[in-house]
C-alpha cells in the first residue's frame, strides 16, 4: 500500500517521511485515533515505505541503441517502488520481515495455545480487501460472535522467536500490533521489555484506537502520533469517486461520519439498520413520554429479538442521537452530524433533551450497556430502561 492511497492524512505522512529521510525513524511508534480513521492503513504503508529497497536497476544501453545516449537528469524513484522483491511481497502482505500481532480467541476444542498465524489467512483477505475494517468486520471475519478477542500470552513469546531471527531480506524487521490495548496483561509486560530491548534492526509500529487502556510504561516508550479524523471533502470525494455516490449524499455521509471512513461506508452499506434503529429510537421517545406502558413493554420485546450484536449498536445509535439533539439545541448546524431524517425529527423533539435530563438519559443507555454485556435480560433491562425514561423525558 503506497502512502497516496491513504486518504486525507497528507500531514501525517509528510512527517514520517520527512523521519526517514533524516534518518531518524523510531524503533516504536503508535499511531492513535478514531476507528476508520486510518491507523491501518498508516501503519501498512509506513512499512511498505521501509521495506522498500527501490526499483531493479534498468538494462545498460552503451550504444544509445534506445535513444537515452544523451545524459538526462534523473529523480529518486517513488517509495514504495511496488518493483523490488520487498515491494512485491509486502503488496501481498506475505514479506517475512513484516509480522502482525492482532487480537483473536482461543479455538473450542484444543489445549494448545492459539496465535494470530491461526487466522492469518482472514487477516489477509480482510486487510487486502478493505484496510478501513473496524472491530466488527474483523469479529465476523473470525466467526468471533460474542468471544472476547485478545492478544494472548503466546503471541508475545512467538514474536520475539521471529524478531530474534536475522533479517531475510537484509533491511528492516517490522511488528504491526493492531489494537495493542488488547493484550493481556501478562502479554503486555513481555511486549513492554521487548520494545525496551528490541532486537537489531526492528521496528514496532502499533496502531490503537483506545491507548488510555494501554500499559503506561508502554505508551511512554513508544513515539504516540495522533491521527485526526479525516477531512469531510476528503471522505465526500472517496464515496463520489470510487463508491458512486451523488455529490449531495456523499456529503451529507461524510458529514455524519465524523471523520471516520468506515462509519460513512457503513451507512452506504447498513442503511437498513439504520432506518431500523431511528425508528426503534422514534418509536420509545414518544411512546415514553406519552406513557403508554402496553406499547413500551412491546418495544422493549421486539428489541430484544434484534440479537446482541445489534442491540450494542442500538444503544450506541441512541447515545448518539441523544447527544445530538442535545446539541442541536445550540442552534449551530455546524456542531450537528445528523442525516436529513434525523434532523427533521430533531426540530420538535431537540427541546425535549436539555440540561435537566441529558446525563441521566446517557447514564441509563451505559447501564443498558453494561447489562446486556453481562447477559442480564434484555427484556427486562430495556422495559426498566423506558419506564425511568417517562421521568427523565419530563424533566424539562
Known sequence: MKFSEIIGQEAIINRLKEAVELGKIPHAVMFTGIEGCGLMPLAIAFAQYLLCQGPPPSEPDPMGLFGFDDPVESTPPERPCLKCRSCLMAQKLQHPDLHFMFPIYKK????????????????????????????????????????????????????????????????????????????????????????????????????SEHPEQLLQTIRSRVQTIAVPPIPENAISNELTTHYGLMEEMARSIAHSSQGSLSSALKAIKDDSDERLYFDLFVQIMRQSYMRKV????????????????????????????????????????SLNYMREQESSFAVKFAPFINENNVIGIMNELSLCERDVAQNANAKIVFFDFALKLTVLIKNR
Open 294 to 333: 402496553r406499547e413500551m413493554k412491546k418495544w422493549s420485546e421486539d428489541l430484544a429479538g434484534l440479537g446482541r450484536e445489534r442491540i450494542k449498536h442500538f444503544l450506541s445509535y441512541c447515545q448518539r442521537m441523544v447527544r445530538e439533539n442535545f446539541i442541536y439545541n445550540f442552534h449551530n448546524a
Open 108 to 207: 473450542y476444542g484444543t489445549a494448545k495455545p492459539t496465535y494470530c498465524y491461526d487466522f492469518i489467512d482472514e487477516w489477509h483477505n480482510l486487510l487486502i480487501d478493505n484496510p478501513y475494517f473496524t472491530y466488527d468486520e474483523w469479529m465476523d471475519a473470525i466467526g468471533a460472535e460474542n468471544q472476547q478477542l485478545l492478544i494472548y500470552e503466546s503471541e508475545s513469546d512467538e514474536i520475539f522467536h521471529k524478531l530474534s531471527l536475522v533479517s531475510s531480506q537484509g533491511g528492516f524487521k517490522i511488528c504491526i500490533v493492531w489494537l495493542p490495548e488488547k493484550m493481556n496483561e501478562t502479554c503486555a509486560n513481555k511486549m513492554l521489555k521487548l520494545i525496551e530491548e528490541p532486537p537489531s534492526n526492528t521496528i514496532f509500529i502499533m496502531a
